[in-house]
């Protein structure tokens, strides 16, 4: 009898202990564990505290206890206030450091929000982003615009940069930003492209940001729209329009190079989400409790989905958006730049190694074998340097007349 019941136990713990185990590998950081997370991350510039002082980021959670949202928020705006209300101090008598002191506010005021402004709190931390982002903005040089291009009764807010002095019409690259970063942040990013003569429009993806629509099966209209608004400028090349994503924005420059190949002459796309990203066993499996993700993957996904309210409806509404189960996958596409990290385990290589098999012309990939999410790789290749070495590259020379 006892070595029966020895039996059972053994075969118990065969059986719940991988279970047990996954489920606490799935697990969300504890409060605790997200401060100490997120100032190493601010210590070795890794998303997303990348231009974060780590100091900045210690103080702020001198005062956040709890996970609560609206707590956190508070903690991030006491210090981003400090460094904006500065800036106001000094735009005329030190506009240099006024500058500085605007960034760095932003900055911190984005975290302050992030991933999402899921709470009265969080949503005055991203209004206060985007108020020290605007007040950076007036530093530009070439200046920023920032345009309203109505659509369906709403309208698409973006940023728009032209390179100085230009002889014509110019190219332009349309970036679309991920899940919880901002037009913001690319719009930082691509000031590296001014002086090669091409411009940008930095613009929030469905979902997202300032986005007047949700993700659905057609938000994609909302990018036709842009598209539609560059090629209307006479500063710009009609003839000459690219397109940038990362990650859920990378989606959507796979999926223009497909529906709008006819209007962009290539597309860049960092880790694109294709089709196993969107069935139940990677949402059940990989993104709950990611921890390549600082926190709350799910939520956040879940906020930019139209019509999805709990995990149940967003497991059935994911596998509509692959491209797969679209049918669009196959079809004649404009040229990409694939970037993938093997390593990533918020979007699985898989669906790039489809999507490079895919199509009707040759593509371009940057494979990271050590890389994770965007093909990152912390301290080798970070995200700014990705950036000037593969991606600008690339669309620089997609971009020629």
């Not at 401060?35 to 510039?45: L, W």
């Amino acid at each position: 009898m006892e070595k029966q019941l020895q039996v059972v136990v053994l075969l118990a713990v065969t059986f719940i202990f991988p279970a047990f185990v996954a489920a606490q590998q799935r697990r969300e950081r504890t409060i605790e564990e997200i401060k100490v997370e997120a100032i190493h991350r601010a210590e070795v510039g890794q998303y997303p505290l990348i231009g974060l002082d780590p100091a900045d980021v210690e103080d702020a959670f001198k005062t956040i206890h709890t996970s609560d949202k609206d707590e956190w928020a508070a903690g991030f705006m006491r210090v981003g206030d400090k460094y904006f209300n500065e800036a106001k101090t000094l735009e005329k008598s030190d506009p240099a450091k006024a500058n500085a002191d605007y960034i760095r506010a932003w900055r911190i005021y984005s975290f302050g929000r992030w991933p999402i402004p899921a709470s009265p709190g969080k949503q005055r931390s991203y209004e206060k982003a985007l108020e020290a982002f605007l007040d950076h903005a007036k530093f530009m040089d070439p200046p920023l615009e920032v345009v309203h291009i109505p659509f369906e009764g709403k309208e698409i807010i973006g940023y728009l940069r032209l390179p100085k002095n230009a002889h014509g019409p110019v190219p332009l690259v349309i970036a679309v930003n991920g899940l919880d970063s901002r037009k913001e942040d690319l719009t930082e990013s691509f000031s590296g492209i001014l002086p090669f003569g091409i411009g940008y429009l930095a613009v929030d993806g469905p979902g997202t940001g300032q986005a007047p629509i949700k993700v659905s099966e057609n938000a994609d209209r909302m990018l036709s729209k842009v598209i539609d608004y560059a090629q209307s400028r006479p500063e710009i090349d009609r003839n000459r329009i690219a397109m940038h994503g990362v990650s859920w924005g990378a989606y959507w420059a796979t999926k223009m190079a497909i529906v709008e190949r006819g209007r962009l002459r290539g597309t860049s796309a960092q880790s694109p989400p294709i089709d196993e990203f969107f069935q139940k066993d990677f949402l059940m499996n990989s993104l709950l409790g990611n921890r390549e993700y600082l926190f709350d993957q799910v939520p956040a996904l879940m906020n930019i989905l139209e019509g999805v309210n709990n995990l149940d409806e967003m497991a059935a509404y994911l596998p509509k958006m692959s491209l797969v189960h679209q049918g669009l996958l196959g079809k004649p596409m404009a040229p990409m730049l694939v970037i993938a990290g093997v390593l990533d385990t918020q979007v699985p290589i898989a669906d790039e190694y489809l999507l490079l098999s895919k199509g009707d012309v040759p593509k371009a990939a940057w494979v990271n074998p050590r890389g994770g999410h965007l093909g990152r790789q912390v301290g080798v290749w970070p995200d700014p340097l990705i950036f000037k070495q593969v991606i600008i590259p690339w669309l620089v020379k997609t971009l020629e007349p």
